[in-house]
C-alpha cells in the first residue's frame, strides 16, 4: 500500500470514529432531552364530597368486617374435575346465598334479580348456576349500563398446606388488624365490598342515574363457563351493551419497582392469555436394578423441562409499554432516562424487567411446571411419567403458537406433548382504551381512595372471568382496591391469605366513590 493510500485510509478511519462518536453523543443528548421533558400522565387527586363521607358514616365497619369473616366461612371451592379431594358444594353456595341476602336486604330487595338458568335458557343441564346477577335500574334511559363484578367462589386449600395456614383457610379469624382465609383477597372480598357500598347509598336515599348490574360468579377459578360466561352471552342474545365492566384485578403495590417511590395502582386493561400442556414419556417399566439405557422415563421427561425452562419462550416489551409510559416520568433517574429511550435503551430495560418474577410475566410467556406424576414404588420403575405445564400467554401470541415452540425447544420424539383439558385454553384478551372516559372514571375514583398512589394501566397477568364480556363491551377493567406488597401477591391462591381490615375500609370507599362518580361520566 502507497503512503497516500495509506494516509486516505487512516483518514477514513478518523472520519468514521468521528461520525461514530458524534452519533453517541447525539443520541445521548436526545435521549436526555426526551427524558426531561417527559410529561406526567397522572390524573389530579381530587377531595372527596362532604355528602360521601356521610354516606361512609352509615357503614358500621364492625359489622362489615363480620360479615366478611362469614362469607369467608362458606366452603364455596371450585375444584378441577381430576381433584382428589373434591367434595359437593353445592350446599356451600346455597347457604352463602342465603346469607347475602339476608345480609343485604335493601340491595336485593331493590335490584332485580336474573335467574341464570332460567334466563340462559340451560335448566336442568347439569351445570347448576350459582352467579348471582342483578340489576339496578337507573333513572336516565339515554345513559348505557354499566357492569361491577367479583366472584363467589375461591381455589381449594390442599390439607398438605394446612401446618402452614396461622388460621384455618375457612375460619374466616379476625384478629387486631386481618381477617384471614381463603376469598379475603381473591374475591369475597370483592362481593362484600360492592354490596356493602350498595346497601349504604341505598339507605342514604340515592337512586342511580345510569343502570348498573352485579354479576358475581360462582366458576371463575375454574373458567366460568357455567357462570360469567353464560351472563356475557345472556346479554349479547338481549342486546345489552357496557359503557364499561369493571372486575378484579390489579393492586396497589407498594414496591413495584425500586426506581419508583410511590405506590402504583396498575389497572388492568387487557389479560395475557392461558393454555397447559401434557408431557407424557412412556416406556416398559421394570425392576429399578436393571434401569434403561441411556435414559430412564423421568429422566427423559426431567431433561424436556430442563430444556423448557433454560430457554424461556421470547421477551417482548410491547405488552409492557402501557405501564411504562405511565409510571416512566414519575421514575428517578438514571431508570427515567432507559424507559423514556426504550428504542435505545430496550435490551437494558428487559434485563432490568427480566429481574424479578412479577415484572418478567409482563414480557414474556411464562412456563409453569404444575403437576408431576410418575412412579409409586422405589424399586419399580414406572413406565409412564407426565408433566402437567402451564401456559400465560403474551398479547401478540395464541396456545397454538405456544405448542409449537414447545415442541420445537423440546424437540425429542420420545416426549409427548398433548393439550390438557381440564380448563380450555384461551387466546389474550383484546386490550381496551385508556384515552376513554370510563378509565379516566376508574383511574380518578383510586386517586380519590389512594391519592398517594400513580396509576398506571397493565397487562394482567392472570386470567378472570371479565375476558368474557368484550363481546359486550370495548372498556373491560380490572382493579382491585388493596393495598399490597409484591411479597404479599403471593398469598393469593397461596397460605395464609388475608386482608387487612384498613385495606376492607379502602374497598368500601372505593365502592361508595365509583358507584356515586359513574352517575357522572
Not at 33 to 49: D, F, G, H, N, R
Not at 283 to 299: E, Q, R
Not at 363 to 386: C, F
Request: charged share 20%; hydrophobic share 40%.
Amino acid at each position: 500500500m502507497s503512503g497516500k493510500q495509506h494516509a486516505g485510509s487512516f483518514i477514513s478511519l478518523r472520519t468514521a470514529v468521528a461520525a461514530l462518536g458524534f452519533a453517541t453523543v447525539a443520541s445521548l443528548l436526545v435521549s436526555i432531552i426526551v427524558a426531561s421533558t417527559w410529561e406526567t400522565k397522572q390524573v389530579p387527586a381530587q377531595p372527596l364530597p362532604p355528602a360521601h363521607h356521610e354516606v361512609y358514616k352509615l357503614i358500621n365497619e364492625d359489622d362489615a368486617i363480620s360479615r366478611l369473616s362469614r362469607a369467608v366461612q362458606f366452603k364455596t371451592v371450585s375444584f378441577d374435575p381430576d381433584s382428589k379431594e373434591s367434595f359437593d358444594t353445592t350446599e356451600e353456595f346455597a347457604s352463602l346465598t342465603t346469607f347475602l341476602r339476608e345480609s343485604f336486604p335493601q340491595s336485593f330487595a331493590t335490584g332485580v334479580f336474573i335467574d341464570v338458568d332460567h334466563a340462559t335458557r340451560q335448566p336442568g343441564s347439569g351445570k347448576m348456576s350459582h352467579t348471582i346477577v342483578l340489576r339496578f335500574d337507573g333513572s336516565d334511559e339515554s345513559l348505557e349500563p354499566y357492569l361491577l363484578m367479583s366472584h363467589l367462589d375461591v381455589v381449594p386449600a390442599p390439607s398438605s398446606s394446612g401446618a402452614k395456614w396461622q388460621h384455618d383457610p375457612f375460619s374466616g379469624a379476625v384478629d387486631e388488624e386481618f381477617i384471614w382465609g381463603r376469598g379475603t383477597l381473591d374475591d369475597k372480598v370483592g362481593v362484600l365490598a360492592i354490596l356493602e357500598a350498595m346497601e349504604a347509598l341505598l339507605a342514604h336515599g340515592w337512586k342511580p342515574r345510569r343502570t348498573l348490574y352485579l354479576s358475581f360468579g360462582h366458576d371463575e377459578e375454574i373458567g366460568g363457563s357455567a357462570g360469567n360466561l353464560r351472563i356475557a352471552t345472556y346479554f349479547k342474545e338481549k342486546g345489552i351493551r357496557f359503557s364499561f365492566v369493571l372486575d378484579e384485578g390489579g393492586f396497589v403495590v407498594t414496591d413495584a419497582l425500586q426506581a419508583v417511590e410511590s405506590p402504583v395502582a396498575v389497572i388492568g386493561i387487557a389479560e395475557k392469555g392461558y393454555t397447559s400442556l401434557k408431557l407424557t414419556v412412556e416406556a416398559f417399566g421394570g425392576h429399578s436394578s436393571m434401569p434403561p439405557i441411556p435414559n430412564t422415563p423421568v429422566g427423559v421427561l426431567a431433561k424436556a423441562l430442563t430444556r423448557l425452562e433454560e430457554a424461556q419462550l421470547p421477551v417482548n416489551l410491547d405488552a409492557a409499554a402501557v405501564l411504562l409510559d405511565h409510571i416512566g416520568p414519575e421514575m428517578k433517574w438514571p431508570t427515567k432516562l432507559l424507559v423514556a429511550n426504550r428504542w435505545l435503551f430496550s435490551p437494558i430495560v428487559k434485563q432490568v424487567l427480566l429481574g424479578s418474577p412479577q415484572t418478567a410475566a409482563t414480557v414474556r410467556t411464562t412456563i409453569a411446571p404444575t403437576i408431576i406424576a410418575g412412579g409409586e414404588k422405589e424399586n419399580v420403575l414406572p413406565d409412564t411419567v407426565s408433566a402437567v405445564i402451564n401456559f400465560r400467554i403474551l398479547p401478540g401470541s395464541s396456545p397454538q403458537e405456544v405448542e409449537e415452540q414447545v415442541r420445537a425447544i423440546i424437540s425429542d420424539d420420545r416426549v409427548k406433548i398433548t393439550p390438557y383439558e381440564v380448563k380450555s385454553a384461551s387466546s389474550p384478551s383484546p386490550y381496551s382504551g385508556i384515552d376513554t372516559r370510563e378509565f379516566a372514571l376508574v383511574a380518578s375514583t383510586v386517586r380519590q381512595i389512594f391519592p398517594d398512589a400513580l396509576v398506571a394501566p397493565f397487562v394482567m397477568v392472570a386470567m378472570t372471568d371479565s375476558r368474557h364480556f368484550y363481546v359486550v363491551s370495548d372498556n373491560v377493567y380490572r382493579f382491585q382496591p388493596i393495598r399490597t406488597s409484591s411479597k404479599d401477591l403471593g398469598r393469593i391462591h397461596g397460605v395464609n391469605e388475608r386482608v387487612s381490615k384498613e385495606n376492607y375500609r379502602n374497598s368500601l370507599h372505593f365502592f361508595v366513590q365509583l358507584l356515586m362518580n359513574a352517575d357522572d361520566v
